[in-house]
């Protein structure tokens, strides 16, 4: 099993439809994120969950909202997204060590999702 | 405001010759973490090194260096005896805050350098 899962690798949506992607990690980490990758533009940070709560929103739509049930699943709710959603979404994991250093993020595979 | 600039978009070399990716930053912070990933067409961003503001020699992991000029705010990954498993995208990236922050795994990522390595 590799560090970090997601599902599904690639999703096709409808602007009117609800769908989710699933993160998990296994490697004991603690903090998850979720980052956006769309053509020709920088990794975009979106959420961050240290110890399951989130810390971090990148003034990201709320037609996007994160679920972390624990510390080794994060999930991204969709609903009525734009065409212009449509990216690679990554996830990643870590252990933040309160400042000191932590490691390095590890990433998943990706979902990539096209909006229709 | 931070930021990584990778000023070049692609890049060829050939198989088991070296090859130098740039990568300069911007910070105000006394304390931050560079990093170097490297993504396959697969998708998977891979972790290949790390080097802390603080570190005094420049890293190493394997065929992978990091050519750290902090004066020059400059943070080039250099891959030796290049194999073709290096055709890639690769991301230079930096981690704001150090020793006292709570929440310090921000990365800021540059663009990216296509890499293509030809036999």
């Known amino acids: 099993e590799t560090g970090v899962t997601q599902t599904p690798r690639h999703l096709v949506m409808g602007m009117t439809n609800k769908k989710s992607l699933k993160c998990e990690q296994h490697?004991?980490?603690?903090?998850m994120y979720w980052y956006k990758q769309s053509a020709k533009k920088p990794l975009e940070l979106m959420f961050v969950?240290?110890?399951?709560?989130?810390?971090e929103n990148n003034s990201v739509p709320s037609r996007f909202s994160p679920e972390c049930p624990n510390s080794s699943h994060l999930f991204l709710h969709l609903h009525t997204l734009q065409p212009e959603d449509s990216a690679l979404y990554l996830c990643?994991?870590?252990?933040?060590?309160?400042?000191?250093?932590?490691?390095?993020?590890?990433f998943g595979q990706g979902t990539r999702l096209t909006v229709v | 405001a931070q930021k990584i600039t990778q000023t070049q978009p692609g890049m060829f070399v050939q198989e088991k010759e070296a090859v130098t990716l740039d990568c300069t930053y911007d910070?105000?912070?006394?304390?931050?973490?560079l990093f170097w990933y490297k993504q396959p067409s697969s998708g998977e961003m891979i972790f290949l090194i790390y080097q802390g503001s603080y570190d005094e020699q420049n890293a190493t992991e394997g065929r992978y260096s990091l050519n750290f000029q902090k004066a020059r705010k400059s943070a080039n990954l250099v891959i030796s005896a290049s194999q073709l498993g290096d055709s890639a995208m690769y991301f230079c990236a930096m981690r704001e805050g150090g020793i006292g922050s709570y929440n310090t795994d921000k990365l800021i990522f540059g663009t990216g350098t296509r890499l293509q390595v030809f036999p």
């Open positions: 490697l004991g980490h603690n903090a």
């Open positions: 969950y240290n110890f399951k709560e989130q810390t």
């Open positions: 910070t105000s912070d006394q304390s931050y973490g």
């Open positions: 990643a994991s870590s252990q933040d060590r309160g400042g000191r250093r932590n490691t390095e993020a590890f």
